[in-house]
Structure formats: C-alpha cells, structure tokens
C-alpha cells in the first residue's frame, strides 16, 4: 500500500534547505522509493539535491525548480532567499525506474535514450504503468514522442520546469544530474492506479477560427487568413498595438486560445507568450494549420476558485481517498492571482481532507483525459491522484 508524506523548507543554505524538507517528509515512512522536489532558481541545485539525498538515501529524486514558490498542507512556501517542497512516496509494492538528461541530438531521440535508461534503472523491459515527465519549455511534444516511440501509449502526468521571469534560468533534475535544457522521467510500476485531471478550466467563447499559418510550430502567424494579434484584437475589441511584446502575455491569462482534441473530450489551452512586430503570436504550446483554434475566457476570481474546484471533481471520482495528490499548476495561472494565492493554499487544505500534496508552479502542463493521447497546455491544471 502507498503512503506519502511531505516536507519543505525557507532556510537560506540549499544544502541546509534540502536536508529540513526531506528529513521532515521522511518522518512517517519506512522507505522512501521516490522523492518529487520542486525549488527555488535561486539555490545552489548541486548543493539542495546533495542534501535531499543525506535525508533520504538511496531514494530517488526527482523534480525541477517552480515559478515562485509551492504549495504543501503547511500553505504556500516561498522566500526571496529560496524555497524547497517535497512530496515522498512509500511502497513496498512500488518499482520505480527513474532518469534524465540534458539535450543531446533532437529532444526526440533524448526522449527515447531518456526511456531507455529509466527501464533499465527499474529493472524492467515492459512499459510502465504510467509515467511522470518533467522537460524544459519549448520542445515537450518531442521529447514525449520520444518516450512514446519506446514504451508505447502509457498514462502520464507532469509539467515543465519554471523559474520566476521567462527568463531561462529554470533547471531539472533526476538524482545528480541537472540540466536547464532537457528532460526526466519516473516510470511507475504498481498494481495501484493513478487518476489525472487535466483541465484549463476556462469557458468557451463564440471567437474561433481556422489557423491558416504556423511558424516553426509555436509561431501562430494567421487566423482565418488574418494576422494572429490584429484577429485577436478584434475578437476582444483592443488595439492591436496595446498586444505588442509581452502585453499580450499579461492580456491572455484570462482569456487565452484553446484546441479541442478529436473529440472534443478536452480543450488543451494555449497561451499566447509575445506579440511579435509584424503581428504574428508566440505560443508556449505546439499548432497545427487547418484546426480550430478558439478564444477562452475566466476570471481571476474563477482562476482562484477552479484551483480547489479541480481537486474536489478530482477527489470525488475517487471510489477511496488516495495515497497523495501530485498537483501541477500553471505558473502563468499563479501569476494572474497576484497576492491571492493564500486563498488557494487554504482551499487545497480543506479540499484535500488530510491527504499529503505537492502544487508545482508550471510553465507548461502534461495530462490526458479519458482515452486521449497525452498531450500538453499551459495554464492548465493537471491534477494527479496516486491511489
């Protein structure tokens, strides 16, 4: 049977940090079989991980650093002078495989070396029952085709690695390796299923079009033949030129595109980055031309309220309370709520009803609704239950 427990840490030594957040997730279990380890940029990550691994030996780690802070049972852990959360997993049933790497070749063929090693690490040759994949932003539709292309069509959960300004200073890391451009995994075997929720939470609008022109594959150029910023700007009755740079970036959190799957079980959001010069839009997610893309709309106060929401439709889908939620929640949704994001540490509490959780901050989101492929967003919510 799977139990779990959590830990975290302000203190301003990583060494110092690592070693409270893992002693403190450590206390309730017997043998640790996986540590999930969300921080802070501004640790020294050789040094925080080197302390995990003095409180929890042998354990395998696993994580990448969160868009300002986390969220645990104790409520929402950030410090200017760094952070640390950890969310420790205990089965005696539980076989974990788990590996990363920095980019070497295409982020597809990392993706597969990546499979490959987190097999052998679990001593397995089949596939596992599902999979955690954490991957830098920009390419994670490659690096999980890679993954795929090794083990098949197998349930998974994750987000991408963050850091506090787009600025690319995020990094991740399996065990001791750490890297900012690259991806990990965590195969999972068990006789115990997971449950993931992966929604955007956002209500469709009547705004939608055809995309008639993508760059490079997360440039959208044209919809409906229209430059990209000057159809948006129509839809939401705005100059264009106020959507210039990262204005549309700010403008789209609460009202950005979204993408339907083949049928039409799931809207994956799409967040518009940058309001490129000749109008074009920089997106955080892959497009494809000749699909439909359409405008999204929630307010913050809806932002806020869908963070607990989520896990409630999440926890009563459940035939019993599981042994912990893993939940990975965009950072661009955490930006938009400003000083408010108490209001959602207090809800995750409640809503959680004693079960041991991690929040992430995201940029970007991994999930899969029903018998969907897996797929990524952003600001999204992709909230896992580990039975």
């Known amino acids: 049977m799977m139990r779990s427990s959590f830990g975290s840490s302000i203190l301003a030594d990583a060494k110092a940090a690592g070693k409270e957040a893992a002693q403190a997730a450590s206390e309730k279990l017997e043998n640790v079989k996986l540590a999930f380890v969300y ?33 645990t049972p104790d409520g929402y852990i950030q410090s200017e002078d760094g952070f640390v959360g950890i969310l420790a997993l205990d089965d005696k049933d539980l076989t974990i495989g788990v590996a990363g790497s920095a980019k070497t070749g295409t982020a597809r063929e990392t993706g597969q070396r990546i499979a490959q090693e987190a097999l052998a690490r679990a001593g397995k040759t089949e596939a596992p029952d599902y999979f955690y994949m954490v991957a830098s ?15 098949g069509r197998v349930p998974m959960f994750g987000g991408s690695a963050a850091d506090n ?15 900012p451009d690259g991806a990990a995994v965590a195969f999972f075997y068990t006789a115990n299923p997971m449950k993931n929720l992966f929604t955007g939470a956002y209500r469709e609008t009547e705004d939608f079009g055809i995309i008639t022109k993508v760059s490079n594959d997360r440039t959208l150029v044209e919809i409906d033949g229209v430059p990209a910023v000057k159809k948006y700007a129509e839809w939401t009755n705005v100059d264009p030129a106020s959507l210039a740079g990262g204005a549309l970036l ?10 339907k799957d083949r049928l039409g079980d799931l809207t994956a959001i799409r967040h518009p980055m940058n309001g490129n010069d000749d109008f074009s839009m920089a997106v955080g997610a892959n497009l494809a031309e000749k699909t439909t893309v ?49 209001e959602v540490a207090v809800a995750l509490k409640k809503e959680a009803q004693g079960v041991p959780f991690i929040v992430e901050f995201t940029f970007g989101e991994y999930g899969f609704v029903d018998d969907g492929n897996n797929t990524t967003g952003g600001l999204m919510l992709s909230y896992t239950a580990l039975s």
């Open 39 to 71: 921080s802070s940029v501004a640790y020294d990550l050789s040094a925080l991980v080197s302390g995990v691994q003095e409180s929890l030996p042998g354990a395998p780690v696993i994580g990448n650093t969160s868009f300002t802070g986390v969220i």
């Open 137 to 151: 932003p920009g390419e994670e539709e490659y690096y999980l085709k890679g993954i795929t292309d090794v083990i």
């Open 165 to 179: 300004s787009i600025a690319g200073e995020w990094s991740i890391y399996a065990d001791e390796t750490i890297f």
């Open 250 to 259: 700010v403008a789209t959190i609460t009202s950005p595109l979204g993408i």
């Open 294 to 342: 359409i405008r999204m709309e929630a307010t913050v106060d809806e932002l806020i309220a869908s963070a607990s929401s989520t896990l409630v439709e999440l926890r009563d889908s459940l035939p019993t309370p599981p042994a912990a939620y893993h939940l990975v929640h965009c950072g661009g949704r955490r930006a938009g709520m400003g000083d408010r994001l108490e």
